[in-house]
């Protein structure tokens, strides 16, 4: 990931564990995400319980980066719209 912006500069990375956050918009997306894949796979087999489950979470996994990236950019979003960082302004250490 770049550290800053291309187009206006903004750093992405302000402190060190700043995308811990995006960590549970990506939980509850992957918990939604892995729900549905199962009951998708419960409607069209007749698996049992752990199978479904499982064939959920396999069918899941192709969308982990996306889910990754995407959540980290709800959470730059959500960031400067509660504390916003104008370009090239210095952050206090």
């Given at each position: ?35 549905a894949l ?44 509660i ?11």
């Amino acid at each position: 990931m770049r550290e800053t912006c291309p187009v206006c500069g903004l750093k992405f990375e302000r402190e060190e564990g700043y995308f811990l956050g995006a960590m549970y918009i990506s939980y509850g997306i992957a918990l939604v995400a892995i729900t549905a894949l199962s009951l998708a796979v419960w409607k069209f087999t007749d698996l049992r319980f752990e199978g479904i489950v499982l064939w959920g979470v396999i069918l899941f996994l192709p969308l982990v980066f996306p889910i990754t990236i995407f959540s980290r950019v709800l959470w730059i979003y959500l960031d400067q719209t509660i504390d916003p960082e104008k370009p090239g302004r210095k952050l206090h250490d």
